[in-house]
């Protein structure tokens, strides 16, 4: 059995409303991933998705926990730093792995690493001040 039908009116509105948000932004990345033209631009939308929908749903489960406790649950805020630290690190090693493999395949869509080189040694100097 479930105490779920314990749970008070409101709690059940905002954490429903929390599950929706999640499980729609979770699918529009995944249509993203779908629809999208080529990898670079495949890999921000599902990462976003991923992250917001997984915040959402999370916010909801600390809203039910919470109200069926009666006290403050927060071992999601756990969770939610822990997909909020490793998303944008994936993301991240995956585009770079990508760009290797694209520069060194000779893909002429990315632009090779001369070009970008010399971007770091045009930008202004900061002495940190």
């Known amino acids: ?21 999640g499980a729609v932004v979770t699918l529009i990345g995944a249509v993203g991933l779908l629809t999208l033209r080529d990898f670079y631009d495949r ?9 917001w929908g997984t915040g959402g749903i999370l916010l909801a ?5 919470s109200t069926l406790q009666s006290r403050p649950v927060l ?3 756990l969770i939610a730093v822990f997909v909020t630290v490793t998303m944008p690190v994936v993301l991240m090693l995956l585009g770079r792995a990508a760009l290797y493999r694209d520069r060194t395949e000779g ?5 090779p690493m001369e070009a970008v080189s010399g971007l770091a040694e045009d930008a202004p100097e900061t002495d940190g001040k």
Do not use: Y
């Open 1 to 21: 059995m479930t105490h779920l039908a314990e749970l008070p009116a409101w709690a059940q509105l905002v954490a429903s409303f929390f599950i929706l948000v």
């Open 43 to 51: 890999i921000h939308a599902p990462t976003l998705g991923s992250t």
């Open 61 to 65: 489960s600390i809203i039910i926990f």
């Open 75 to 77: 071992h999601e805020v």
């Open 107 to 111: 893909v002429e869509t990315v632009p």
